[in-house]
């Protein structure tokens, strides 16, 4: 009889596998043959439609009633990689289809935290997130939240353990004790091995990043504080000619030229000041990439620097110190490349920078004016013949600085050099910083898909056209995901315009619009019992005797699609990187480059200018041998 069950068992779990695997590919072939609706769309047409043509069938009603199925759920992302046959893998885990046993396993879970709600609740609220517990988990705490009995709790947790501890208290998250005192975070098993990896991913790593960076932390500021100690006794104490203060051996540096003591609190202060601050050309070597010695001296400034290694360990032994070095490592990069003149391209969407390896044989381009529009063309062309008398000043300004200024031959040259880059380079970019990785189109900044479509030109109004439509498109479906309901019984998504707070679903299933709780026969059978029955003197006001739902007044939905729009807002822009560490970069494609005081304006960028507004670069076939030209 048991091995009858275990026969049975596995038999449903091959079959349930294989009706997964089919389903989540025809969901990855309908979200590549339809990149921008979204996916939870999809996943309610496959359920609908059943049967061997159900692909087809979607695919039909999609071109046909496309605005009845989507319901403004478009997707906020287009994926960034382009894949030549559409698998599973292109799409996140949080949207395809979930197995029973990850299900049951993510329901008991939260029924187990959230008590004080009702099962078709949680129910409601794991339909409406595709059953992923990392994503319904914040809706049911929001939803929680609102009962007197989680602000009980709330203020009794707070004394239920010691105030020492600096770590997240997560229903899944045990805390062991160690033979030394401490704590240890130790996940509890849920049942089901995909739940546990991702409760281990996103609950249970962090905690221990965080505990070990805490007793890390800890331990350096008691191994600094014997060694000080051990220092002071033995006399090897040594003075900073900058702050006088008097540190160890090992918390010092000295500069190259004068051998000056120089402690580590003011080189990692220097660094920042740089970074931050307005002393970047005062304590900076830019020829060498070193900070300058900062010990005062009497005659003249000290003309040693700080040993690149001594500075590293320096600046990385205090808070934030990795990231502060790096920035600092990316501000000289790019100032030697400046320098450098190399022709460049940068990722749209963070600070990666390659040079590009463009090479056309002598005699393959072919330069003309720009007929496509004569008359403005003619304008460029007096436009610039009215500053030919500003040309002696110029070459006398650049004799006077000793030819730190370009020749205008130079100028020209170079401008066509760059007319070249940016007309022959390719338009897909494949950024290698192992945090990005995008796959961009250059022209128009946005992630790469087959088959593409963008802006014959870069500029600053096409960009900002496409990012404005970009960010609408994020902020709407946002707004219409925090208003939307799902039924748990037939996954049918539906949101509410007016009426009452009892929902009543194609399908017969009812419920709460409020909490998602169930009033049908089998999931509490209350129906309008649910909602208060107190008579109210004042029209919309709450009710002081009861804390069941209210019948037609619920939750604020203008400040719900006010945060909703916030949140996606920000991710959007964290997303596409506006701000690369903590640096603006200005313009976008071939031409990014970071926004810094008195290189707003340059007369090489001028002349680029003019050069693409005038100048058309062709390319010409090279002659084979045996032909002759006219």
């Not at 003309?368 to 436009?383: E, V």
């Not at 007319?419 to 022959?424: A, F, I, M, P």
């Not at 909703?564 to 990187?577: C, K, L, N, P, Y």
Request: charged share 25%; proline share 4%.
């Amino acid at each position: 009889m048991a091995e009858d069950l275990d026969d049975q068992t596995e038999r449903f779990k091959h079959d349930e596998e294989r009706q997964l695997a089919k389903l989540n590919d025809a969901l990855a072939l309908l979200a590549e043959i339809f990149p921008s609706v979204g996916v939870e769309v999809f996943r309610e047409m496959l359920l609908r439609f059943e049967g061997e043509s159900q692909i087809e069938l979607v695919v039909n009603q999609m071109l046909k009633h496309e605005d009845r199925w989507v319901k403004g759920r478009w997707r906020t992302e287009i994926q960034s990689a382009s894949i030549p046959f559409p698998d599973i893998s292109s799409l996140p885990q949080s949207d395809l289809f979930r197995r029973s046993r990850y299900k049951w396993a993510a329901k008991t879970s939260l029924l187990q935290e959230f008590k004080s709600l009702s099962k078709s609740t949680v129910k409601a609220v794991l339909a409406e997130k595709n059953y992923s517990y990392t994503l319904a988990r914040p809706v049911l705490q929001d939803i929680a939240s609102k009962s007197w009995r989680h602000s009980i709790g709330k203020f009794f947790s707070r004394w239920s353990r010691g105030t020492d501890n600096v770590y997240e208290k997560h229903c899944m998250v045990q805390w062991t004790k160690l033979s030394n005192g401490s704590q240890m975070p130790v996940l509890k098993e849920t049942g089901d091995a995909e739940l546990d990896h991702e409760l281990h991913s996103t609950v249970l790593a962090p905690l221990l990043d965080q505990y070990k960076a805490h007793h890390e932390a800890k331990d350096w500021e008691l191994a600094e504080k014997i060694n000080k100690e051990e220092a002071t006794n033995a006399g090897a104490l040594f003075e900073c000619g900058c702050c006088f203060s008097t540190e160890p051996f090992e918390r010092i540096a000295t500069c190259t030229a004068y051998h000056h003591v120089i402690c580590f609190n003011c080189i990692s202060k220097a660094i920042s000041e740089a970074l931050f601050g307005q002393s970047w050309g005062q304590s900076i070597d830019r020829d060498r990439g070193l900070l300058r010695c900062l010990a005062p001296t009497a005659d003249h400034l000290c003309p040693g620097c700080i040993p690149h290694e001594i500075t590293q360990r320096a600046v990385c032994q205090t808070r934030q110190g990795t990231e502060i070095w790096l920035k600092f490592q990316s501000r000289l990069r790019e100032e030697a490349l400046t320098k450098a003149k190399i022709p460049l391209v940068r990722c749209p969407l963070c600070s990666y920078a390659e040079t590009t390896d463009l090479y056309l044989p002598p005699g393959t381009l072919k330069y003309s004016l720009n007929t496509s529009h004569p008359f403005r063309t003619l304008l460029y062309i007096l436009l610039a013949l009215t500053t030919l008398p500003l040309l002696p000043i110029y070459l006398l300004l650049t004799t006077i600085s000793r030819f730190l200024l370009p020749f205008p031959s130079t100028l020209l040259h170079t401008s066509l050099a760059n007319l070249v880059s940016k007309t022959h380079t390719p338009t897909r970019f494949q950024c290698l910083s192992p945090t990005c990785r995008a796959l961009t189109c250059l022209h128009c900044s946005l992630p790469w898909h087959d088959p593409h479509t963008h802006f014959s030109t870069s500029t600053s109004t096409t960009a900002a056209t496409s990012a404005a439509s970009s960010l609408r498109t994020a902020i709407d479906s946002a707004r219409t995901a925090a208003l939307k309901r799902t039924c748990p019984k037939c996954n049918t998504s539906f949101i509410k315009d007016s009426g009452c707070n009892k929902l009543t679903c194609p399908c017969g299933y009812t419920m709460c619009y409020v909490c998602r709780q169930g009033l049908g026969p089998g999931e509490g059978g209350e129906g309008y019992a649910h909602f208060c029955q107190h008579f109210r003197y004042e029209t919309g006001t709450g009710c002081g005797e009861c804390e069941k739902c209210d019948l037609y007044r619920g939750e604020d939905e203008d400040e719900v699609v006010r945060l909703a729009g916030v949140r996606a807002e920000r991710e959007w822009r964290e997303g596409r990187g506006e701000v690369v560490g903590g640096r603006k970069m200005r313009g976008v494609g071939l031409h990014a480059v970071e926004e810094e005081e008195g290189e707003r304006w340059s007369v090489q960028a001028a002349v680029d200018w003019w050069v693409e507004k005038v100048v058309v670069c062709g390319y010409r076939a090279p002659l084979r041998e045996g032909e002759g030209g006219e």
